[in-house]
């Protein structure tokens, strides 16, 4: 049978360079994005390149309730061989979503809920897309929202987190599906060129140093998405990597952000994602 892939947030970008890696390696590709223009674009230069056809799932992913359409019509499809959850997002200011902060919404509780979603038809292996930014989030959870003035840069490093503590608990937790991360680095993506070009986005300690900040920051972000797709690539396809692995920008296994493999975070992460992103929509009104 033909491998399947399914990649978020795969229109552009690193996603997109995943995808059409993954359909010249022979898997049948899903990207999943909002704009159906986008997608239908993702889509031909995914098949005019050969390999096997791509196709488009249109769904919001800060939608916990489209996260759940779009995770029950794969899983009824049959087996799925990887998930790639690629989304992220950075929002340059205080968003709640649904009643939810936005970042810690579209970074770690939709995937999440796509990975609990399809994992009893995943044959394969389950990749997550993290971001060095894990290094200067707030590391406490004992609430979904911590407290304190709202940095965007390190609200985006907490979710980030929390999405890398739940891979690693995960891989700790079952043996079926590996689960693997994957850190693309920095490159020149929509979310890079905009939100993270403002010094607002970082505290106002890091902001004393934002000229060398940005300075290094430029250099950085100036590769080609396709080369920033390389973890994410090698973590969908070699079988010789393990459950638990975390993929550097250079492809190679770094040892993940201490906080990330707290059991403390990684309890507190599983009751946050549990209550606010159960598998089944709790109707208004229903307390969980």
Do not use: C
């Amino acid at each position: 049978m033909t491998p399947t892939a399914v990649i978020t947030a795969g229109t552009g970008g690193i996603g997109l360079h995943t995808a059409l890696a993954l359909a010249q390696a022979g898997y049948a590709v899903t990207v999943v994005g909002r704009n159906p223009e986008r997608g239908a674009n993702a889509v031909h230069a995914i098949n005019t390149r050969g390999g096997e056809t791509a196709r488009f799932l249109q769904a919001d992913l800060s939608s916990l309730d489209e996260v759940r359409t779009l995770g029950a019509r794969i899983a009824a499809e049959g087996e799925l061989t990887v998930l790639v959850n690629n989304v992220g997002a950075m929002f340059a200011d205080h968003t709640h979503i649904n009643g939810v902060e936005g970042s810690f919404l579209v970074n770690h509780l939709s995937p999440y809920l796509l990975t609990e979603t399809l994992l009893p038809v995943i044959t394969g292996r389950v990749v997550n897309v993290t971001s060095k930014a894990v290094v200067v989030a707030k590391t406490t959870f004992d609430q979904v929202e911590p407290p304190g003035a709202y940095y965007s840069f390190h609200w985006y490093g907490r979710a980030k987190l929390a999405n890398l503590a739940y891979t690693l608990d995960l891989a700790h937790r079952q043996t079926a599906v590996p689960v693997l991360a994957a850190d693309p680095g920095a490159a020149a993506t929509d979310m890079t060129n905009g939100t993270l070009t403002d010094p607002e986005v970082v505290s106002p300690a890091l902001r004393l140093a934002w000229p060398f900040v940005r300075r290094t920051f430029e250099r950085s972000t100036s590769g080609p998405a396709s080369l920033a797709a390389r973890s994410s690539i090698r973590a969908a396809t070699d079988a010789t990597l393990t459950t638990g692995t975390v993929l550097g920008p250079d492809t190679t296994p770094v040892t993940p952000h201490r906080a990330a493999r707290d059991p403390r975070v990684h309890q507190a992460v599983r009751r946050h994602s549990e209550r606010h992103a159960p598998l089944h929509r709790i109707p208004d009104g229903v307390s969980n």
